[in-house]
């Protein structure tokens, strides 16, 4: 097997692409202030009530993986 060179598919550059994506995003969240993370949060934990309030026969579920 030759080492200096590295064929790289679509699928290959594809999946490189999604991690570098996902990378960055991580990256921004980081540098968020803590109270916008803190917002974030609220707004978050509010939508996924509103969620279990409106479908009553799945809202154990979706506390039990918290």
Avoid at 8 to 24: H, M, N, R, S
Avoid at 35 to 43: A, G, P
Wanted: no cysteine; proline share 5%.
């Amino acid at each position: 097997m030759k080492t200096d060179v590295v064929r790289i598919t679509p699928d290959v550059l594809l999946l490189i692409a999604k991690i570098d994506e996902f990378k960055g995003a991580w990256r921004a969240l980081g540098a968020l202030a803590p109270e916008r993370l803190v917002i974030m949060r609220s707004v978050t934990i509010s939508d996924v009530m509103s969620l279990a309030g409106a479908n009553p026969a799945h809202s154990s579920s979706i506390f039990w993986h918290w």
